[in-house]
Structures are given as C-alpha cells and as structure tokens.
C-alpha cells in the first residue's frame, strides 16, 4: 500500500481502525480508507475528487499525479454528492485520462472522451445512477452488493 500512496503523493498512516463501505460513502464520513476488493484497491475520501479537474479543457496537478500511476493500472475517480445533485468521474488509462464527465448542481459541465462501453446503453439514466452503473460495471459487481457486503473492510487513514 506504501508504494500507492506514494506514487499518489499521499502522505497518510494506517490507523488500524477498519469500517465496511456503508459507513466510508456516508457524508458524515471525513477521513481516508483504503481496502481491497478482488485485486482492485478502493481508496475513498470525500474530498481527494475535488483535487481533479472536472472543467473542459483542464488538467489538475492530482489528475497528472493520476495519469502517471495509471500506467501500472487503471484509476477510477469519482465522487457521488446527491445533496447538491453534482457527480463525476474520470477514468485514467495508460498515462492518459481516457473519459471524464461532471455534473455540478445537475447542469453537465463537462463530458471529454469517448463513451465507454458500458455507457452507450445508458444514456438516457441519471446522473447519479449512471455513475454508480460506471462504478459497478469497472468493479465487476453492483454498488448496492458492494456496499451490502459487511466481509469488506476498508482500513482508516489519518495524515
């Protein structure tokens, strides 16, 4: 995990604290964790998203720090905030952001790359359950069973 976060340039400690994924995507939920999900590793903060770009045209510092370490393997970003309805994601691929797309206060601001496959079929969905479709079909199981299994366990990080 050392060598993740460095490559992410994120300076965090294990705290040996653990909780299920339930209580990680709660708004309430302000800290770091990181978990495993069949050779996938999730790392959820509330606020680490916003560090991308999610503007036409602009690339962020953490977006480079993305498109560097997604040359050892795929990087999903997204952030789902459906109090003020605003989603996105970018997905990173062989040192490339490859699909990026966000959605602020339900107005789409900005839509870049091609389609992926999974989202051809699902034009005509809503924001926040198109992300979650994205998410899922990425991980390979539904959101809903993801955060239903209580078997994973994502540890707590503090900086």
Request: net charge negative; aromatic share 12%.
């Amino acid at each position: 995990m050392t060598a993740l976060l460095d490559r992410l340039q994120l300076s965090l400690s294990p705290t040996g604290q653990w909780v299920n994924l339930d209580n990680v995507t709660s708004t309430l939920f302000y800290k770091t964790a990181i978990g495993d999900y069949q050779g996938i590793t999730l790392i959820h903060n509330n606020f680490l998203p916003y560090d991308c770009a999610f503007e036409s045209g602009k690339i962020y510092e953490f977006d480079k720090i993305l498109c560097a370490a997604s040359n050892k393997m795929d990087i999903l970003c997204f952030f789902l905030d459906g109090i003020t309805s605003s989603y996105g994601i970018s997905l990173f691929s062989y040192g490339n952001r490859i699909r990026c797309r966000g959605v602020m206060s339900n107005q789409l601001v900005l839509d870049e790359g091609d389609l992926l496959p999974m989202e051809k079929d699902i034009t005509n969905m809503d924001e926040e359950n198109r992300i979650i479709y994205v998410i899922s079909d990425f991980l390979d199981i539904s959101f809903k069973d993801l955060l239903e299994d209580n078997s994973l366990l994502l540890e707590i990080y503090s900086d």
